[in-house]
């Protein structure tokens, strides 16, 4: 598919079409199962200072938790429980309190005490601690690159960055040499993001074959200098373009697993996770997370689940999914 296909099919005044063969590829390579993995948001503490994210280093009004080895593990065993197959461990970026050493170990007990498989998205880190991580057991890895714009990326991303490629397509390239099924993606709607620019994060997507894809819509902290800012924006930040890119997604890699995400919930309560399975999308993941801790991790405002009980409301789950015709599956 050129770039120009791409460009018509995500600006077209009527998706229908679009949206229809995606499900058709998707009921082909991946059926109507909807794989569901236990999201575990291990910390709100951070030490980037990214500008859109209220976990940002710099925002006092965060409120900052760090599970315990023991809490996580518990989370775990929830997920097992519910015959959830695989695990996500997710945390702000902070090196100190995420070690090579702690990571792995929790990694073996994990996969020791459940059997599941586990899922890392701690951020960007060195190789040494990648491949220690593999070593451990750790199944997969996901850092989304969020634009492959690297001057838009590194002015929302403020770090010491010293090579001229994409420090974030750099680590990809690292956990796919060392065995891991990767998963990366991007945010819509960023301030000074433009439409090429989706087209060419969709190409790269699709040249780098991952695993999985995950993508939603840009939501900023109003607490954070992106959050207050005015810039304007040519990418839409909608339920529906977000769709668009999901079947995009499904029709540039039929085998990928697209997860339908938080963010679209909070966009659209009643309706948003329901669009994105009906876009190509055939996973979901609940928040395993204590509810005591939920509102800490907050990246974007009002994320939807913070005060809901244990997963999700798992049977208001497994009611939208009978309403598509999708059934549950453990991997």
Known sequence: ????????????????????????????????????????????????????????????????????????????????????????????????LWTQTRVAELVRRIKGETGQKVTLSLGERTE?????WRAAGADRYLLRFETTDRNLFTRIHPGNYTSDEHPRLACLHILKALGYEVGSGMMLGLPGQTLASVVNDLVTIQ??????????????????????????????????????????????????????TTALSTLDAQQGRLRGLSSGANVFMPNLTPVKYRSGYRIYPDKICVSAPEMDEMQALLNDFTALGLTPVEA
Do not use: W
Not at 39 to 49: A, H, N, Q
Not at 128 to 132: H, K, L, S
Not at 231 to 258: G, H, K, W
């Open 1 to 96: 598919m050129t770039k120009d296909e791409i460009l018509d099919a995500l600006t077209r005044v009527d998706a229908s079409a679009l949206f229809e063969e995606a499900r058709r590829v998707r009921q082909t390579t991946k059926g109507q199962g909807v794989f569901l993995r236990g999201l575990i948001e291990l910390s709100s503490v951070c030490e980037r200072d990214c500008l859109y994210c209220g976990m940002r280093r710099s925002n006092p009004k965060t409120f900052r938790y760090s599970l315990s080895d023991d809490e996580i593990l518990t989370s775990a065993k929830l997920a097992q429980q519910y015959h959830f197959g695989t695990v996500v461990l997710q945390a702000g970026e902070c090196v100190g």
């Open 128 to 132: 040494a601690d990648y491949a220690a």
């Open 207 to 260: 040249d780098l074959q991952l695993d999985m894809v995950g993508l939603g819509p840009y939501l900023a902290d109003p607490q954070t200098p992106l959050g207050q800012s005015k810039e304007s924006c040519e990418v839409p930040v909608s339920v529906d373009f977000t769709c668009r890119c999901y079947a995009m997604v499904r029709l540039l890699l039929p085998q990928a697993n697209i997860p339908s």
